[in-house]
């Protein structure tokens, strides 16, 4: 199975994407990893974004369609893949329909609201990068990582005016690929309030493992 995870930050997407993957033996794939694994085996592409990124440029739609492409022809997806963070734009999706035909996209649905407090509250660890939550999900030892010992601290892009800008940024340039999907009839939208195990109940249900 085929799926696109689509939603605002902090939606939960990567952490159901990371259980989801498990589950149904697939790979999660965000544009963030194929950029680094394109770089840190030195492919063609991979050269092309080391050089954009370290210009401190953004990398073209269509260098990332082509990395998706190259992505997608490994032998782990033959079952299935999830992705993550991709498409951002029309044009991206445009051009991700030239590259599968069969696939479902999954919309997180959550209020503003609980996006902000849901991210303003994450912390996360600077040694292990292990993710909490102060309210949902906080530490056995304010401040401490159970896992490592590592000091939590609150990401620059967590903060109120950062996740602020994050929404706006994501309402003009990927909430517009709700609607392209649901047009094409390939969209199901999924509570994305909930917390990740009764979310991985719901998405089960609705998408069973075949």
Same mark, same amino acid.
């Given at each position: 199975?085929?799926?696109?995870?689509?939603?605002?930050?902090?939606?939960?997407?990567?952490?159901?994407?990371?259980?989801?993957?498990?589950?149904?033996?697939?790979?999660?794939?965000?544009? +963030?990893?194929?950029?680094?694994?394109?770089?840190?085996?030195?492919? &063609?592409?991979?050269?092309?974004?080391? +050089?954009?990124?370290?210009?401190?440029?953004?990398?073209?739609?269509? /260098?990332?369609?082509?990395?998706?492409?190259?992505?997608?022809?490994?032998?782990? @997806?033959?079952?299935?893949?999830?992705?993550?963070?991709?498409?951002?734009?029309?044009?991206?999706?445009?051009?991700?329909?030239?590259?599968?035909?069969?696939?479902?996209?999954?919309?997180?649905?959550?209020?503003?609201? /609980? @996006?902000?407090?849901?991210?303003?509250?994450?912390?996360?660890?600077?040694?292990?990068? &292990?993710?909490?939550? @102060?309210?949902?999900?906080?530490?056995?030892?304010? +401040? /401490?990582?159970?896992?490592?010992? +590592?000091?939590?601290?609150?990401?620059?892009?967590?903060?109120?005016?950062?996740?602020?800008?994050?929404?706006? @940024?994501?309402?003009?340039?990927? &909430?517009?690929? /709700?609607?392209?999907?649901?047009?094409?009839?390939?969209?199901?939208?999924?509570?994305?309030?909930?917390?990740?195990?009764?979310?991985?109940?719901?998405?089960?249900?609705?998408?069973?493992?075949?």
């Amino acid at each position: 199975m085929n799926f696109i995870f689509l939603g605002p930050p902090g939606a939960g997407k990567g952490s159901l994407a990371v259980k989801v993957a498990e589950d149904y033996k697939i790979p999660h794939i965000s544009t +963030g990893d194929i950029f680094r694994a394109a770089i840190k085996n030195q492919t &063609e592409l991979g050269k092309k974004v080391k +050089g954009i990124i370290d210009a401190g440029g953004l990398v073209s739609d269509d /260098i990332t369609c082509a990395l998706v492409k190259e992505r997608l022809e490994q032998d782990d @997806v033959k079952n299935g893949f999830i992705l993550d963070g991709f498409p951002r734009t029309i044009p991206q999706a445009e051009a991700f329909t030239g590259i599968c035909k069969d696939v479902t996209v999954v919309n997180f649905v959550i209020k503003d609201e /609980i @996006v902000i407090k849901r991210l303003s509250t994450r912390r996360v660890c600077r040694k292990c990068g &292990e993710n909490y939550n @102060v309210l949902t999900m906080p530490p056995k030892k304010e +401040g /401490i990582c159970d896992k490592c010992g +590592g000091e939590l601290y609150q990401r620059d892009d967590d903060k109120q005016e950062a996740i602020l800008h994050r929404m706006d @940024v994501y309402r003009e340039q990927t &909430e517009p690929l /709700i609607d392209f999907y649901r047009k094409r009839g390939e969209l199901s939208d999924i509570d994305g309030a909930t917390q990740t195990d009764e979310l991985l109940r719901d998405f089960k249900k609705k998408f069973p493992n075949k």
